[in-house]
């Protein structure tokens, strides 16, 4: 599961909060984008940006594939 990434310990909460905001409001290509600049903005090493990149960037993917009732499933489950 990509979003697993989202719980990798160097991922603050605060991140994750961030990548899914923006994967609520942006279309997947965006979202990769946002996310990537968010975990630059974190500190991450450039392997964990593009892991968080691609985590939101698969949250946008369901949020538009599966709706929104899937992408809070999933998120509620982030979030803890």
Known sequence: MRAGVLLDPKVSKDLRVQCVEIA???????????GARSALLAGLGQMEQIGVAK???WL????RDYG?????ELARTLAK
Request: proline share 4%; no cysteine.
């Open 55 to 57: 985590a939101t960037r």
């Open 60 to 63: 946008a993917v369901v949020r």
């Open 68 to 72: 929104v009732e899937a992408f809070e």
């Open 24 to 34: 609520r409001t942006h279309a997947p290509s965006s979202a990769f984008n946002l």
